[in-house]
């Protein structure tokens, strides 16, 4: 197979990200630790109430794309038909007492070598320009950031938008969003180890609840443990200014780890389709709303994401002016 990234970078960051000097956008891509930022700052004499960064953390599959990004360009290139497959899938886990998650990437590169197609690290990066999206997802982070910078009474308030998926992150590459994360944590091959491709990176159902807590930290960098203990204090990006998109039962711990830490989680369906699946969530007391897969301006998604990033809003400006009547204090 062709060479991968051996440059052993971990969380893998788009290399380019658009608007990213807008104060109003993202915050940069740095994301050290916030304790070490906070010394920084103290020592330069410049301390300022730094908990200012909303983050809008995504799914993929089912949540800004109506099918599993594998449907669109590889099960068809090996003749693979997609329920069949993730029927498969599921009879060999199950049969095997294997991971879901492993047994999906092993089966790829299975069904392309018995198709005799050869696919490397290139070719999913390409397949990744197939890959259907939602409507107005394309727009709806310019969208996103214009009601902030209209909205926001506090300077210095920046949006940043992750994802974390159990999809393929060299697909998601190839897509035209990409470049609008601050940060992507996806499943991934190691293409130079092995005659054929070899997990890499696998993040399952409960495993996306690590990252949520790597951006809370500021610990992106998957060389770092996030195990130890740091205080809320210190933690740049609190749960409750961040949101998470997901679209079913796969998303279930994220969005409980999120809400119950003070965060918000929305679920989507597919519009014009069952809504049962969000109704169940919402009921269970999962998400906070639903809404149909629409991201353009105006529609019941963007309107409902507004309304809890007022709320956010709001609750920065109540805890910069704390910060500021006990900076008062002390001085």
Not at 67 to 91: H, I, S
Not at 161 to 172: A, D, R
């Amino acid at each position: 197979m062709t060479g991968g990234d051996t440059t052993g970078r971990r969380g893998r960051r788009p290399a380019k990200a658009a608007n990213d000097d807008l104060p109003m956008m993202r915050a940069g891509k740095a994301s050290g630790n916030a304790a070490k930022a906070s010394k920084g700052k103290a020592a330069a004499g410049r301390a300022t109430f730094d908990k200012k960064v909303i983050a809008l953390v995504y799914d993929f599959d089912g949540t800004l794309s109506p099918r599993p990004m594998q449907e669109y360009a590889f099960l068809p290139q090996v003749g693979v038909d997609a329920a069949q497959f993730w029927k498969e899938t599921n009879k060999v886990a199950r049969e095997q007492e294997a991971d879901p998650l492993i047994t999906y990437m092993h089966l790829l590169y299975k069904k392309a070598k018995e198709a005799g197609v050869r696919i490397d690290r290139d070719d999913l990066v390409k397949q990744g320009r197939a890959v259907e999206l939602f409507p107005g997802v394309i727009e709806w982070f310019d969208e996103i950031g214009s009601y902030v910078a209209l909205r926001s009474e506090s300077q210095g308030v920046t949006v940043r938008h992750y994802m974390i998926s159990s999809g393929l992150t060299e697909i998601i590459e190839g897509t035209p969003i990409y470049d609008r994360f601050h940060n992507v944590f996806a499943s991934e091959y190691w293409f130079d180890a092995y005659d054929l491709p070899y997990p890499k990176r696998v993040i399952t159902d409960t495993g996306k609840t690590q990252y949520l807590f790597r951006i809370n930290k500021g610990v992106e960098d998957l060389g770092e443990t996030i195990n130890q203990h740091m205080p809320e204090a210190e933690r740049p990006i609190p749960f409750s200014n961040m949101i998470y998109f997901g679209d079913g039962d796969t998303d279930v711990p994220s969005m409980a780890v999120m809400r119950k830490n003070g965060g918000f989680a929305i679920a989507v369906h597919p519009p014009g389709k069952s809504k049962e699946k969000c109704v169940n969530l919402f009921k269970a007391g999962r998400i906070d709303f639903f809404a149909a897969a629409d991201y353009r301006r105006g529609s019941d998604l963007f309107k409902r994401t507004c309304l809890l990033v007022d709320r956010m809003l709001a609750d920065i400006r109540v805890r910069e002016e704390f910060w500021k009547v006990e900076r008062g204090l002390k001085s």
